[in-house]
C-alpha cells in the first residue's frame, strides 16, 4: 500500500523533487510544526481518531449476563461482527447491486466524459463556453437537490418526461423495481459526468500543439490523433476520475434516500452505507462499524488495485 | 455538434424544469405541462417559502452558509499551510506525513460519519454546530492540491531571497507566496466549499435540531412529508430552485479561477 501511495505522490508532485535546494539553511523544527499543526490536528482529531475508532469497535459485541433480561456489557469479540457482515444476505445483496451500478455507471459517465472533453478540444466545435458550463453547473448541485429535481422527472403525476414518452406510447416506469437502479445511476452521472469532462478538458489543454503537429505530418487523421495521441497523454486524468468515481459509488446514499421516499422500491438497505446507517439506528454501533470498516476496505482495494493496474500498463 | 447539443440539453432540463415548476401555482404542478409556463406565482411561492414554519428556510439557509463558506475558508487556509509547508520545506518524515494524507483522501467520508458520531456523542458536541463544522474543515484533497500548486506557483529563488532579507517563514507566506498561490487558493476553497455544501450524510448523522440544519437536510426533510402535506411540494421545488440559483451563478463568475486550477491540478 505504502508503496503505491509514494508512488502516487511522485506522479503528482514531480516538480519539487527536481528541484531540491542544494544549501541548507531553511525553517527551523518549530516553525515547520507551526505550518503543519493547524491541519494535522484537527486531521487526526476528525479522520484518524474516527477511523481506529471504528476499526476498534468493529471488533466489540455487545452480550448479556444472565439470559434476555440481564445487563449487557460490550467486549472483545474478534471477528465475530466481520462474520456477521459476511453472513448477512442484505450486506451482499447491497454489494451486488452497487457493484452493478459501478460497472454500468462509471464507465458510460467516464465514456461520455471523455468524449466531450475531446469534441471540446477540436477546433470544430463552437459556442465551447456554453456547452462546457452547462455541463459543469450540475456540479454545484447538492446531490440531495438533484435527486428531489430528477424525482419530480421520474414521477408520474408531474413528469413531463412521462408525459412526452407515453404521447409516442411508451410506459416507462422510473421507479419501478428494474428501473430504479438505473434512474439513481442517471441522477449520478448526471451531477459528474461535466466534472469529470472538464479535469479530463483541463489536461487535453495542457498538450503542447508542436505533438498534434508532428502527427499530421506522420500523416495521423483527427481519429487517429484523438485516442493514439490525446487519450494516452490524459491517461494519468482518466485514472483519477475513475478512482474518484470508485470512491462515490461506493459512498452512495443521498440520491437513493431521496428516491426511497417516492419509490417503494428502494429498501432502507439499498446501499451498503444505507444498510450501515439503518444498522448503526438499530443501536447496533458495533455491527455498523464493522460495515463502515468493509465498505472502506473495498474502497481501498479498488481504488489502489485500479490505480496499480493502470500504472503498470500505461507505465506512469 | 449535434450530440453536444443533445447532452446540453439533458443537462440543462432538470433545471429548466425547476425553474419553470417554482413559478407555478401548486395546483398547476400536476394538471399543466412540466416544460410549460402558466400563472406566474412566482413570488406567491417565494412568500410562503421563506414564511413557513416560521421562516425555517432561510435559517438553513445561512446555516448552510455558515457551514460552507466559513468551514472553506479555514480549511483553505490551514490547507494551504500544509501543502507549502509539504512542497516547500525539506524535513524528514515528509513523504510519510503525505502519504497519510493521501490515504486520508480515499477514506470515504460516509464511512468516517458513524464513528465521529459517536465520539461527539461521547463529548456532547452532537447537536451543535461545532458538529457538522468541525469535520469540514479538514481536506486532504486540499493539502494534496497545496502542495501541488505551490511547487508549481512559488519559486525557490525568492524564498532565499526573502530569507537572506531577514523575513520570518510565515511573513513570506503571507505577504509573498500565498500571492502566488492565489489562484489557485481560490480552487481549493471552490471545491471544499462544494464539498461541505453538498454533505449531507454528516449533517444528517450528527444533526437532529432542525434550526442547525443546513438546506440540503432541511429540503431533504420537506420532501419527505410531501405525501401527507402536498402543499410542501411547491415549496421544495422553490427551496430547491432557491438554493441552486446563488451557487451557479458564483460558479460561472468564478470560472476564470476553478479553470486554471483544474488545468494546474490536474496531474499533468
Known amino acids: 500500500m505504502t508503496d503505491t501511495e509514494t508512488r502516487v505522490a511522485r506522479v503528482a508532485a514531480p516538480r519539487e523533487s527536481r528541484r531540491r535546494r542544494p544549501g541548507g539553511g531553511g525553517p527551523r523544527a518549530g516553525t515547520i510544526v507551526a505550518f503543519l ?8 482529531l476528525f479522520y484518524l481518531v474516527p477511523v481506529g475508532y471504528a476499526i476498534w469497535q468493529s471488533f466489540r459485541v455487545v452480550r448479556r449476563s444472565g439470559g434476555q433480561y440481564g445487563t449487557s456489557y460490550t467486549t472483545w469479540g474478534g471477528f465475530e461482527q466481520y462474520g456477521q457482515v459476511f453472513q448477512n444476505s442484505e450486506f451482499w445483496s447491497s454489494i451486488e447491486r452497487i457493484g452493478l451500478f459501478g460497472i454500468v455507471q462509471v464507465p458510460v459517465m467516464l465514456f461520455v466524459a471523455l468524449i466531450m472533453a475531446l469534441l471540446l478540444d477540436t477546433p470544430l466545435l463552437k459556442i465551447k463556453a456554453f456547452f462546457r458550463i452547462s455541463a459543469f453547473m450540475p456540479y454545484a448541485v447538492p446531490g440531495v437537490i438533484a435527486a428531489i429535481m430528477w424525482s419530480y422527472l421520474y414521477s408520474p403525476q408531474l413528469s ?29 452521472t448526471w451531477l459528474w459526468t461535466g466534472y469529470n469532462m472538464l479535469i479530463m478538458y483541463s489536461a487535453l489543454q495542457s498538450i503542447p500543439q508542436e505533438i498534434y503537429e508532428a502527427a499530421k505530418l506522420d500523416g495521423a487523421g483527427n481519429w487517429a490523433i484523438a485516442w493514439q495521441i ?28 431521496v428516491l426511497r421516499q417516492i419509490s417503494s422500491n428502494i429498501s432502507s438497505t439499498f446501499t451498503p452505507n444505507m444498510l450501515a446507517y439503518a444498522v448503526a439506528s438499530g443501536n447496533n454501533y458495533q455491527q455498523a462499524a464493522a460495515i463502515s470498516v468493509v465498505i472502506a476496505l473495498i474502497t481501498f ?3 489502489f488495485g485500479f490505480m496499480r493496474l493502470t500504472s503498470k500498463r500505461a507505465g506512469l | 455538434m449535434a450530440l453536444m447539443l443533445l447532452l446540453t440539453i439533458y443537462f440543462l432540463l432538470p433545471v429548466y424544469f425547476l425553474i419553470v ?13 412540466g416544460l410549460a409556463f402558466s400563472h406566474f406565482n412566482l413570488f406567491s411561492n417565494l412568500h410562503t417559502l421563506f414564511t413557513r414554519n416560521d421562516g425555517i428556510f432561510l435559517k438553513w439557509a445561512l446555516n448552510s452558509v455558515i457551514y460552507a463558506v466559513l468551514g472553506a475558508a479555514v480549511g483553505t487556509l490551514i490547507s494551504a499551510l500544509c501543502g507549502y509547508a509539504l512542497a516547500k520545506f525539506r524535513f524528514k518524515g515528509r513523504e510519510f506525513l503525505f ?13 468516517l460519519a458513524l464513528p465521529l458520531f459517536l465520539l461527539f456523542s461521547a463529548t456532547g458536541l452532537v447537536n451543535t454546530y461545532f458538529a457538522v463544522f468541525l469535520p469540514s474543515i479538514v481536506s ?8 501541488i500548486f505551490a511547487a508549481a506557483a512559488v519559486p525557490e529563488e525568492l524564498l532565499e531571497s526573502a530569507r537572506l532579507d531577514g523575513a520570518g517563514e510565515f511573513r513570506t507566506f503571507f505577504s509573498v507566496s500565498s500571492r502566488l498561490m492565489a489562484p489557485s487558493l481560490v480552487t481549493i476553497f471552490l471545491f471544499q466549499f462544494v464539498a461541505i455544501w453538498n454533505n449531507f450524510f454528516l449533517p444528517m448523522v450528527m444533526l437532529q435540531k432542525e434550526s442547525l440544519f443546513p438546506v440540503t437536510l432541511g429540503l431533504y426533510e420537506w420532501n419527505g412529508q410531501t405525501a401527507r402535506a402536498p402543499l410542501l411540494q411547491e415549496s421544495v421545488i422553490t427551496g430547491s430552485l432557491v438554493s441552486i440559483v446563488p451557487v451557479i451563478i458564483v460558479f460561472i463568475l468564478l470560472q476564470r479561477f476553478w479553470r486554471t486550477g483544474l488545468a494546474s491540478g490536474s496531474l499533468k
Open chain 1, 160 to 188: 413531463p418526461v412521462v408525459d412526452l414518452l407515453q404521447g409516442i406510447g411508451l410506459h416507462p416506469d422510473f421507479l419501478g423495481p428494474g428501473a430504479v437502479l438505473w434512474s439513481a445511476a442517471n441522477v449520478s
Open chain 2, 99 to 111: 502519504s497519510v494524507v493521501l490515504g486520508g483522501v480515499l477514506v470515504p467520508t460516509t464511512a
Open chain 1, 230 to 257: 490525446k487519450v494516452p497523454i490524459i491517461a494519468p486524468s482518466i485514472v483519477l476520475t475513475t478512482v474518484f468515481s470508485i470512491i462515490g459509488t461506493l459512498q452512495l446514499y443521498a440520491e437513493p434516500a
Open chain 2, 140 to 147: 486532504p484533497f486540499g493539502v494534496y492540491l497545496a502542495r
Open chain 1, 301 to 303: 482495494v479498488l481504488s
Open chain 2, 21 to 33: 415548476a417554482a413559478t407555478k401555482p401548486q395546483g398547476d404542478l400536476a394538471a399543466t405541462n
Open chain 1, 37 to 44: 499543526t493547524p491541519f494535522f490536528l484537527p486531521f487526526v
